[in-house]
């Protein structure tokens, strides 16, 4: 039986004993129904794994003995920050769950033109913080031990300005690069923006340029936004991370 992974959101490295949190004692004791005895992995964000034994079983709490810690990276080599336009119903939680999963470092979802939707600013909060869980829940799942940031919602043109030394790519039908030929991938890695349902407009289209995007091509066929992000993350971890 595999043993369970769970995220603990303080740091572990030189404890002995740890508390779980409200939501890891919930899931631990009531969904998996974990008892005294039973052994976990904890990871704290630190890209490290700590091996435990519950010794503690209340009903509102749950206490795990650390017998082993080791530093265990399996972050890629390629570092991705994904602007994604912000996707209708279930389609933006597949698509932050799944480029979790592909090795995504870092997230920032995107208010565009053409964006079908619409939060306030408690909702935007809330949002943020499911969307954040997701990404937790992805980590637990693949085995991934640093958690990627889900950053707070921005504009799309505020987003494309930013400066970090990574190679700026935009998804275009008439790209003259592919993904294979790209001209250079710098070490701080790719900024990708995908857009909405409805594309970007043409005057998003225009700004990307001035902001110095390199507009590259995936394939023949036009795909939806969830299917162009997780095809595009792959591919790159491919040819430049790894996956090769």
Request: glycine share 8%; charged share 25%; aromatic share 4%.
């Amino acid at each position: 039986m595999r043993i369970p992974r769970i995220y603990h959101p303080e740091q572990l490295l030189g404890k002995q004993h740890c508390i779980l949190s409200e939501d890891a004692t919930n899931h631990v004791g009531r969904v998996l129904r974990m008892n005294e005895g039973d052994e976990l992995v904890l990871f704290d964000g630190s890209n490290h794994i700590f091996n435990g034994i519950i010794d503690l079983v209340s009903k509102k709490q749950i206490s795990v003995k650390i017998t082993q810690s080791q530093l265990d990276d399996r972050e890629s080599s390629l570092p991705i920050h994904l602007g994604q336009v912000i996707s209708r119903g279930d389609r933006m939680e597949f698509t932050i769950q799944k480029s979790v999963e592909l090795g995504v470092t870092t997230i920032t979802p995107l208010w565009s033109e053409r964006c079908g939707v619409k939060l306030d600013g408690e909702r935007q909060d809330k949002k943020i913080q499911q969307w954040q869980k997701i990404a937790i829940s992805a980590c637990e799942q693949c085995g991934r031990n640093v958690i990627p940031e889900i950053r707070p919602i921005m504009k799309l043109t505020d987003w494309c300005k930013e400066q970090d030394g990574m190679l700026k790519l935009n998804l275009h039908p008439r790209a003259k690069y592919t993904l294979k030929s790209l001209p250079n991938v710098p070490k701080e890695g790719i900024r990708l923006l995908i857009g909405s349902e409805g594309g970007l407009s043409p005057e998003e289209i225009a700004m990307t340029e001035t902001e110095n995007f390199t507009e590259v091509l995936l394939g023949k066929r036009i795909l939806r936004t969830e299917t162009a992000s997780l095809a595009t993350i792959t591919a790159l971890q491919l040819l430049y991370g790894d996956l090769s």
